[in-house]
Structure formats: structure tokens, C-alpha cells
């Protein structure tokens, strides 16, 4: 199934389904989780962030 159109940019396919779980942010372990979810996030998609930054 064909989720987005393509523009005449090649897709790669989507990789496996994360479900969504309970986080304790109140604990320090749900915090380095929070922590570690932003920061790959942030490197995952840099140079969005820094073209959009730059508008």
C-alpha cells in the first residue's frame, strides 16, 4: 500500500510498527528515555531542522 506520493522521489519502504508504550516521566529512567527519543529524532532529521531554523 502506497502511503505518500512520490514527487519523483524514490521511497523507501516503511521499517517495523513501534507501539506506543506508558512512560513514567517522574522516574530518571523515563527521563533518559524521553532524552534519548529527542536526541535521535534530532540527528535523524537535522538538516530539516536547520532549514527550517534558517526561515
Known amino acids: 500500500m502506497k502511503t505518500a506520493t512520490d514527487y519523483g522521489i524514490p521511497l523507501k ?5 513501534i ?6 516521566l517522574d522516574s530518571p529512567e523515563g527521563q533518559a528515555r524521553l532524552m534519548q527519543a529527542a536526541h535521535r529524532v534530532m540527528r535523524r532529521h537535522y538538516l ?3 532549514s527550517l531554523a534558517r526561515k
Open 13 to 17: 519502504p516503511r521499517g517495523r510498527v
Open 19 to 24: 507501539k506506543p508504550v506508558v512512560l513514567d
Open 48 to 50: 530539516v531542522l536547520a
